[in-house]
T-cell receptor, first 114, second 111 residues
Framework: NAGVTQTPKFQVLKTGQSMTLQCAQDMNHNSMYWYRQDPGMGLRLIYY???????DKGEVPNGYNVSRLNKREFSLRLESAAPSQTSVYFC?????????????FGPGTRLTVL | QKEVEQNSGPLSVPEGAIASLNCTYSDRVSQSFFWYRQYSGKSPELIMSIYSNGDKEDGRFTAQLNKASQYVSLLIRDSQPSDSATYLCAVFSQAGTALIFGKGTTLSVSS
């Protein structure tokens, strides 16, 4: 039981390049989230998905797109990377509607945009 | 904008002492409150959750919630060097769709 997995773990991009961060969960949870974490800024929500096929913007969605093609996977795409997107990205899976201690973090993707 | 506020620290305590971490939140209808621990270079891990006013104890950890004052705290008794980490307070509002995190308090426990 791996919980939440993220790939890649590390990535360096040049300004303007594109890439997709992958996230997968094996817990059959409905809700999934993408957060970014920056020094002094804490964790900020980028996008979330309450169920397969649905996505909604969070606090900082600009420059990102997401895709929830199935219950298991939730990907985050940077179409044209910018240095401001240098960050650590966390994917989170949560059992729907419980609002209880059922949020599970992935190990994170450390992205540097030069 | 709903907010969660924490002192950034660092909070320094000697081994064996009680560490007290505090958090305030702005959304009065918040329902669920969480404390996460994050070691450097690692992902956050949930250590405590609390939903009702009062205290909740789990081993060396005690979470305290006061909804009237919009205040939640975490006490760590008998602090150990292994407790040195950043502690994140997080809140779910009644209408919220995701956790809102504070910026975290860095705790340093010296042996």
């Amino acid at each position: 039981n791996a919980g939440v997995t993220q790939t890649p773990k590390f990535q360096v991009l040049k300004t303007g390049q594109s890439m997709t961060l992958q996230c997968a969960q094996d817990m059959n949870h409905n809700s999934m989230y993408w957060y970014r974490q920056d020094p002094g800024m804490g964790l900020r929500l980028i996008y979330y998905s309450a169920s397969e096929g649905t996505t909604d913007k969070g606090e900082v969605p600009n420059g990102y797109n997401v895709s929830r093609l199935n219950k298991r996977e939730f990907s985050l795409r940077l179409e044209s990377a910018a240095p401001s997107q240098t960050s650590v990205y966390f994917c989170v899976a949560e059992r729907e509607g419980q609002r209880t201690d059922t949020q599970y973090f992935g190990p994170g993707t450390r992205l540097t945009v030069l | 904008q709903k907010e969660v506020e924490q002192n950034s620290g660092p909070l320094s305590v000697p081994e064996g002492a009680i560490a007290s971490l505090n958090c305030t939140y702005s959304d009065r209808v918040s329902q669920s409150f969480f404390w996460y621990r994050q070691y450097s270079g690692k992902s956050p891990e949930l250590i405590m959750s609390i939903y009702s006013n009062g205290d909740k104890e789990d081993g060396r950890f005690t979470a305290q919630l006061n909804k009237a004052s919009q205040y939640v705290s975490l006490l760590i008794r008998d602090s150990q060097p292994s407790d040195s980490a950043t502690y994140l307070c997080a809140v779910f509002s009644q209408a919220g769709t995701a956790l809102i995190f504070g910026k975290g308090t860095t705790l340093s426990v010296s042996s």
